[in-house]
């Protein structure tokens, strides 16, 4: 496992799913944690099982800059710096075919999904830029690289993440700072729950036990981290593969 001892890393989407297995992990392997969503109640809960001394909850919507800057803000202050942003927060709602979606949801999506990502990005690289690097995570998916029925709002946005991360990577690792995606494959969590409830494509057709476990994904978040992770910056990871799971100690 990574060592984490000494490092700060800030996880959005922290309340439930991939980001509270990814906080929780991290925590586990040495690090401080600063937990972000909007739930409040939620990253306060699982921030207080961590520990006091190890996490720390703040409630933020990513989709507003002034909240994520306030956030980072308020994780420098309290742990005395940032080495890792694990940018997770995301949502699949609205499903809607183009014809009849809500143009006000599609643009929420877009806000979340790939706006959100991009404000972890503005107001993390500055402070990481002064301490001499530091690591940026992302969360792409298929989606990113195939159309599927009624989620062009998902597929667009996580398109937009990918590019987002090679080109944070092509300025930032001249800087020190090393830029990765991490693809899940399905994960069983809220989002997939929603997914299955929409009744539309054959995502929602799979089984529960199609999906995999959220603390894999935060293990390959853990491990992106540790310098294996260094061969991929730049590039995502796909947890489809195989040889990956391997490498990250999933799979024999
Ligand atoms: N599950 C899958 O099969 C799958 C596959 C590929 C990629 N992914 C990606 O993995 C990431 C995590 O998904 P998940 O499956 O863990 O979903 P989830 O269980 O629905 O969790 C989503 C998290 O995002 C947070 N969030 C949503 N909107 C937010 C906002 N405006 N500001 C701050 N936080 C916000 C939610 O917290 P609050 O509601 O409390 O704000 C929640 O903590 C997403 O980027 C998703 O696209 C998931």
């Known amino acids: 496992m990574t060592d984490m001892n000494g490092k700060v890393a800030l996880v959005t989407g922290a309340s439930r799913g991939i980001g509270a297995a990814t906080a929780r992990a991290f925590a586990e392997a040495g690090a401080k944690v600063a937990l972000v969503a909007r739930s409040g109640d939620a990253i306060a809960e699982i921030a207080g099982?961590?520990?006091?001394?190890?996490?720390?909850?703040?409630?933020?919507?990513?989709?507003?800059?002034?909240?994520?800057?306030?956030?980072?803000?308020?994780?420098?202050?309290?742990?005395?710096?940032?080495?890792?942003?694990?940018?997770?927060?995301?949502?699949?709602?609205?499903?809607?075919?183009?014809?009849?979606?809500?143009?006000?949801?599609?643009?929420?999506?877009?806000?979340?999904?790939?706006?959100?990502?991009?404000h972890g990005m503005r107001a993390a690289i500055p402070v990481m830029r002064e301490t001499g690097g530091g690591t940026i995570l992302t969360i792409s998916s298929g989606a990113a690289h195939r159309p599927i029925e009624a989620w062009s709002h998902y597929c667009a946005s996580k398109a937009g993440v990918a590019m987002l991360t090679r080109c944070a990577d092509e300025e930032e690792r001249g800087n020190g700072l090393r830029v990765m995606g991490l693809s899940p494959g399905t994960v069983a969590t809220e989002m997939q729950r929603e997914i299955k409830a929409s009744g539309v494509n054959p995502v929602s057709e799979l089984d529960w036990s199609d999906h995999i476990p959220p603390e894999w994904p935060a293990r390959a978040l853990l491990w992106l981290c540790g310098p294996d992770g260094d061969a991929y910056l730049g590039e995502e990871i796909s947890l489809r593969d195989e040889e990956i799971r391997r490498r990250i100690g999933l799979s024999q």
């Open 49 to 118: 099982e961590i520990g006091p001394d190890a996490a720390i909850a703040i409630p933020c919507d990513i989709s507003r800059y002034w909240e994520v800057r306030a956030a980072i803000d308020a994780c420098v202050k309290t742990f005395g710096g940032l080495d890792v942003l694990v940018n997770n927060a995301g949502v699949i709602e609205p499903i809607s075919h183009l014809a009849t979606s809500d143009p006000d949801g599609w643009g929420q999506a877009i806000d979340i999904n790939l706006k959100g990502v991009f």
